[in-house]
Structure formats: C-alpha cells, structure tokens
C-alpha cells in the first residue's frame, strides 16, 4: 500500500462522509422548494424502503463482479449522477423519481 493509495482512500470517504453529513438538511433543501409536511415525509421515506430491496441487489453485484472496484465506481457515478437532479427538477413527482434513483444508485455504496 502506496501513500497514493492512501489518498484516494482518505480523499473517497472525506467525500462520501461529507455527502452523508449534507443529506441531515435534505428536509430542509425540501421545504425550501414548497413542499408541504406530507411530501416531505413521503420523500425522505423512500430511502429506507429502496434500501432493503436495493442493498442486496447491489452486494450480490459486487460478489459476482471481477472487479469489485468497478462496481463502486458505477455506484458512485450514478448516486452523482442522480444527485445532480435535485435541483433541476419542480414539482412532487419529479423530486420523488430523483429520490427513488438515488437511493437505488447510492445503495451500492454500503454493501461494497
């Protein structure tokens, strides 16, 4: 193990601690775009719904992939991906669909 290999070790879960840290004030960046109490509980409990189908699926891929690190990689692409729609999508039904893909996406972070 290279200091180089450290780095992007150190610089990946800075990364994804800080994305875990900001996703606290999701209800907040919610309210912010009109929506009521009910819309915001109903988006904030998709993930945990996702998570239980979504986590196995995601593990089940990184024990048949030859490289595991590939699989990551798709992961954290797509949960980007996925997140750069927050804020480019109006309306319920849209900020939902967003939800629903990055927590799909973003599921594959944990079990791999």
Do not use: H
Not at 48 to 70: C, H, N, T
Not at 102 to 110: E, K, W
């Amino acid at each position: 193990m290279g200091d180089k290999y450290y780095r992007r070790l150190v610089t990946l879960y800075a990364v994804y601690f800080l994305a875990l840290g900001a996703s606290g004030y999701t209800s907040v960046f919610l309210a912010g775009r009109g929506m009521n109490n009910a819309q915001i509980g109903l988006i904030m409990s998709i993930p945990p719904l996702i998570a239980m189908a979504a986590s196995p699926v995601w593990g089940f891929a990184g024990d048949r992939a030859r490289f595991k690190r590939s699989v990551l990689a798709v992961s954290f692409l797509l949960t980007g991906a996925a997140a750069f729609f927050f804020d480019r999508v109006e309306g319920f039904l849209p900020l939902m669909a967003v939800m629903c893909a990055y927590s799909v996406f973003s599921q594959g972070l944990n079990p791999i």
